[in-house]
Structure formats: C-alpha cells, structure tokens
C-alpha cells in the first residue's frame, strides 16, 4: 500500500501565497514522476504542474511563471510553491505519484485532495 497525505491548503487573498505539501509513504521502492493536479467546481481535473525523479518539470500554461513544483527525493515529498494566487486557481488540489513497491508493481496513488480557495 502506498498513501500520499497532502497539506497546506487553505484560504487566501488573491495575489498571496501558498505552499502545497505531499508526503508518500508506505511500500515504496521508488517514485518515479510526482506531481499536482487541480479540479474546480464543475470542471474536470487538469494538470497544474509535474516533476520527475531527475527534476525536470513541467507546468500547465495557466500557472507558468507563478507556481514552482519541487520534490524532496530523501523524504518522498513534493512540494507546490503557488505565488500571484487568482480566483481561477480555487479547486481541490490532487497530489499524484507513480511510484514503483517494494514488490516491483507499478501503481499510481492519489492524495485526499486539499482545498485551496482564494478570495477577492
């Protein structure tokens, strides 16, 4: 079993800053790519930003320049800095992780989801 615990969310102003955390662990041999999505109210679930084990990193257009995703390999954390916050970027944000077990299966886990809402 794998778990992925997010936190940080919350309740902000627009144009403040949050910092979005997610811890893997269980039966973990290795993760390969981590990353965040997003889904509003009503919408589907994109994808806001993804870092792979070697640190290269990608972003959806819509938070390039704002949000900066790092991981922690050590501690099997990522992390999601989200700066310039606008009312756009409220949803429940999804940590995601393709990890590799103890036992050599492929699985991909999902976090809990955390709220993030940001206000006028």
């Known amino acids: 079993q794998v778990q992925l615990v997010e936190s940080g969310g919350g309740l902000v102003q627009a144009g403040g800053s949050l910092r979005l955390s997610c811890a893997a662990s269980g039966s973990i041999f290795s993760i390969n790519t981590m990353g965040w999505y997003r889904q509003a109210p009503g919408k589907e679930r994109e994808s806001v930003a993804i870092i792979t084990n070697g640190g290269s990193t990608h972003y959806a257009d819509s938070v390039k320049g704002r949000f900066t995703i790092s991981r922690d390999n050590a501690k099997n954390t990522v992390y999601l800095q989200m700066n310039s916050l606008k009312l756009e970027d409220t949803a429940v944000y999804y940590c995601?992780?393709?990890?590799?077990?103890?036992?050599?299966?492929?699985?991909?886990?999902w976090g809990q989801g955390t709220q993030v809402t940001v206000s006028s």
């Open positions: 995601n992780a393709d990890v590799y077990t103890v036992a050599r299966v492929r699985r991909t886990s």
